[in-house]
């Protein structure tokens, strides 16, 4: 076995131990996912928390050659806010009242071993998006999961995703009694645009390669 693999694992093992809210089947999904991708390019995703999904996909980066960058303003979403059904008060930063989970992912990044691999962006990702010119090889959207802000990321993203990459998209829920919608909406209407055809998924998350 290579070392690239055996590092890849160590990888998968403590993305699986990481906080967050990705199933491993669907890390794994992910992981395989970006690993399999044919075209040259960096892998993106939109959304990071404290670093969990990063980690599946540092893995295949790691194997593969790439470098993950990950674009979250570590304010926390909507559900995460005081009031809200995810708060968690320990992630507040007491000198300014807000959610800072920037900490915590930059040790769950580092405890991995992977700083090497995932560059972090600490900014909204429609701030970032107009500076980006360089095509994507897989594009992951899982950030804030209202209906606009989902629109939001779609519009600033998906037309950087070099043909023949991956999109992949998180919290897809059909039936609204499973989840919210917003990310749904995405996957609907990426699909309709007719420049995408789907992959197996798993779970809630969906997988698409660009076309045209």
């Keep these: 076995m290579s070392e690239a693999v055996v590092v890849s694992t160590d990888l998968l093992a403590a993305a699986q131990a990481a906080p967050g809210f990705m199933p491993d089947d669907e890390g794994r999904a992910l992981y395989e996912a970006a690993r399999a991708v044919a075209v040259p390019g960096p892998l993106l995703e939109v959304g990071s928390w404290m670093g969990k999904s990063a980690l599946y996909l540092a893995a295949a980066a790691r194997e593969t050659g790439r470098q993950v960058v990950t674009v979250d303003h570590h304010r926390g979403s909507e559900e995460h806010q005081p009031g809200w059904e995810y708060h968690d008060p320990s992630l507040v930063d007491p000198a300014v009242g807000r959610i800072d989970t920037l900490p915590h992912f930059r040790r769950t990044i580092a405890d991995a071993g992977a700083e090497d691999v995932v560059v972090a962006v600490v900014t909204r990702s429609e701030t970032l ?84």
């Design 129 to 212: 998006a107009p500076l980006w010119t360089s095509p994507l090889a897989l594009l992951f959207l899982d950030g804030s999961h209202t209906e606009e802000s989902a629109r939001r990321d779609q519009d600033a993203w998906v037309a950087k995703l070099a043909v023949g990459g991956t999109l992949a998209i998180h919290d897809v829920f059909p039936d609204p009694a499973d989840g919210g919608q917003a990310p749904f909406g995405v996957y609907t209407r990426v699909i309709a645009s007719g420049n995408f055809e789907e992959l197996p998924g798993t779970g809630s998350l969906r997988l698409l390669r660009r076309l045209r």
